[in-house]
């Protein structure tokens, strides 16, 4: 009996080799190109979530900040400033310790310009021997080419402080990821999920994004209902440079809507300002940042 032996199949050419990694390389690259797009829809969705939960977390310690000025007893300074209309010296003292109480910057923290309330020391000892000069947060960050943010730190500060009626315990309330220590240095901040730092801002000044009211509506300033900072009396006087100086510009027939706004990093990870409303340095930040007054 004759025995054959089996035809052997002939080996890939190199066509054939150069298609099937083609292939592979196709199926990889939409692989991956999937894996980034569901990533980053994560990590937009979970920046929003900390975005608002903050923002409301923040509201709440506003209220409260509020409540409490309105018993406190008013500095004959600031009634000087408000042109001795206790009324008007109410809602800058009021003012006064809202940028106390929720800072924007280590400068808001470390010194008192004329007429502004002390910072808190309670604050100043978080910050410990905190030095602008030599501070790695006096560096320049690689990715936004700015100094530094540092409102993350002073949201921090901000949501740690007890006060009553505020329920909000920022370090067990927020998770390990959204809390970070960025330079060992006992300074912590808020951050969303691409470890970007909170901005915060607490009267971002003619925000059309917040459907602002007409000139003295009564909704233009939460803070100022009757609109006795922007009455003409008032504006052109020597306390109200001093209060803009200290607090935010003020103007007779203005349309604008006063209002804390904490912002996100969107996918570009970089925390600008909206260009139609707030200063910004580079507008194309902002594109896609994560405002609250976007998360109803």
């Known amino acids: 009996m004759m025995q054959t032996t089996p035809r052997r199949r002939p080996g890939l050419t190199l066509i054939e080799l150069l298609v099937i990694i ?44 509020i409540d409490q000025a309105k018993e406190e007893q008013v500095p004959a300074s600031v009634l000087s400033m408000a042109g001795n209309d206790p009324r008007r010296a109410r809602i800058i003292y009021i003012k006064l310790r809202l940028k106390q109480e929720f800072p924007m910057s280590f400068t808001d923290i470390t010194t008192q310009g004329p007429g502004d309330l002390p910072p808190l020391p309670a604050y100043q000892a978080a910050l410990g021997s905190y030095n602008p000069a030599t501070s790695p947060w006096a560096a320049v960050d690689p990715l ?22 505020v329920g909000f315990d920022v370090d067990t309330a927020l998770s390990s990821k959204e809390v970070a220590e960025p330079f060992s240095d006992r300074i912590k901040e808020i951050v969303d999920s691409r470890g970007r730092p909170l901005g915060f801002y607490r009267w971002p000044y003619g925000n059309t994004d917040l459907n602002p009211g007409g000139p003295q509506s009564g909704q233009n300033d939460p803070e100022d209902i009757e609109g006795l900072l922007t009455s003409p009396n008032w504006t052109g006087s020597s306390g109200a440079t001093t209060f803009q100086n200290l607090v935010h510009p003020v103007a007779a027939n203005s349309s604008y809507k006063l209002k804390p706004v904490v912002v996100g990093t969107g996918k570009n990870g970089k925390l ?24 109803r």
Request: glycine share 6%.
């Open 144 to 165: 936004t080419g700015q100094t530094r943010s540092q409102t993350g730190a002073c949201l921090y500060l901000s949501l740690k402080r007890n006060r009553r009626g």
């Open 272 to 295: 600008g300002l909206n260009p139609n409303s707030m200063a910004v340095t580079n507008a194309n930040d902002a594109n896609d940042n994560i405002y609250s007054f976007d998360l």
């Open 22 to 65: 083609g292939i592979i390389l196709i199926l990889a690259a939409l692989t991956t190109s999937a894996s980034i797009q569901v990533i980053s829809s994560q990590q937009q969705k979970n920046s929003e979530l900390t975005v608002k939960k903050v923002s409301e977390a923040v509201n709440q310690a506003w209220r409260a900040v």
